[in-house]
């Protein structure tokens, strides 16, 4: 197996997107709580949904991205912005329930703003044992790569650490035992992923960063058996909660020692960008030396402005001096939803002509 995205690419600083992009203006079809196969079934809906993804994954590659994704037109348009990235898996597991309610906060400091505006909050329940249900992953890469010219990032979602932080436990006795079903639900999406022709896996997971310390090693053996035999280049993603988290937060002090040394993936990815690409972030893989490659987010989605090719640069210089240009690829640091789609494209050139910079200063 590559053990470095550039070996998969073929040249160094190869450039992804963490996943969700922009819609087109013009598609205003919903998944809801459809099974995917049953939604692609409605003319209508299947017709939109095709072409959509086909514009997103042009507009990444008109960018200049070397692995696109399929822009996660499976989110529907949920208040919250973000919604979607928990009631897409919550709503199609065995075992959960979505309870929503309308929302008793009102605006002020301290209270996370997009929950605050929004009129209705959602309650995720385990009330029965956790196993499959109709997720259908591979049904949207296969969809994506199909319209693709090139490999197409297969992009789950919410990853199982990250879903177990959400969820409200009323059915497990053993906690433990709730961790290891939900892993066990991914790890068979991702071999099935494996078999239909994926080869780079990305998983968004900042279940540490909704856990306390002492909670870490479940967080990481979650993880692990998640990827427990998937043969397939593997990402962890792992940001600063989106927008939800104030600009300059940076969780990886406290567990990057564990990713760097236990977690068993290829490459891991962390939000630089927002928070100046500092050096005590890059220093720690110094630190702590592995073998890992590393997605350094380079496109800021807190800030309504077009990050400028030298920005980005001059990060990635910064990184070059605890890391080898070869373990580096280059992406947002999160997803771009909730940006304008002309933005978004605009952040996603300046990433690749700054890609394009590097590959010349190194001579290849």
């Known amino acids: 197996m590559p053990r470095t995205l550039s070996e998969i690419v073929g040249h160094p600083f190869p450039t992804t997107i963490a996943g969700s992009f922009p819609r087109p203006s ?30 997103v994954v042009g507009d990444q ?35 959960l329930t979505v309870e929503s309610e309308m929302n008793p906060l009102v605006p002020a400091w301290g209270v996370d703003l997009l929950a605050a505006f929004a009129d209705t909050i959602n309650k995720v329940a ?8 109709p997720l259908r992953t591979v049904d949207l890469w296969q969809v994506a790569q199909k319209v693709s010219p090139r490999m197409v990032k297969y992009s789950g979602g919410m990853g199982p650490a990250n879903l177990a932080g959400w969820v409200t436990n009323e059915h497990y006795a053993d906690r433990k035992a709730m961790y290891r079903d939900l892993a066990d639900v991914y790890n068979a999406e991702y071999k099935d992923a494996v078999a239909a022709g994926v080869e780079v896996i990305h998983v968004d997971d900042v279940g540490f960063t909704l856990h306390q310390p002492e909670d870490y090693p479940l967080v990481l053996d979650t993880l692990n058996r998640a990827f427990e035999g998937v043969d397939a280049f593997r990402i962890f993603h792992s940001c600063h909660l989106a927008s939800g988290a104030p600009i300059g937060s940076t969780p990886y002090a406290a567990f990057h020692e564990m990713v760097a040394k236990e977690l068993d993936v290829e490459a891991v990815e962390y939000a630089f960008a927002e ?54 690829h280059l992406t947002t640091d999160c997803g771009l939803l909730t940006f304008p789609r002309a933005m978004a494209k605009g952040k996603l050139k300046s990433m690749g002509i700054a890609a394009e910079i590097l590959r010349a200063e190194i001579g290849r």
Request: charged share 30%; net charge negative.
């Open 275 to 328: 928070t100046g690409f500092l050096d005590d972030d890059f220093r720690r893989w110094a630190d702590f030396p592995s073998d890992k490659g590393l997605g350094i987010g380079v496109v800021d989605i807190k800030r309504l402005v077009v990050d400028s090719p030298e920005e980005i640069v001059a990060g990635i210089r910064r990184a070059l001096e605890y890391i080898d240009a070869d373990r580096i």
């Open 126 to 133: 385990v009330t029965g044992q956790i196993s499959r249900g």
């Open 61 to 95: 590659i008109d960018a200049g991205v070397d692995i696109p994704t399929d822009g996660y037109l499976w989110y529907d348009r949920h208040q919250g912005v973000n919604t979607s990235f928990l009631l897409y898996p919550a709503n199609r597991f065995e075992g």
């Open 26 to 55: 013009w598609y205003q079809t919903d998944l809801r709580d459809r099974d995917f196969r049953e939604a692609m079934r409605d003319a209508t809906f299947g017709d939109n949904y095709r072409d959509a993804v086909r514009v």
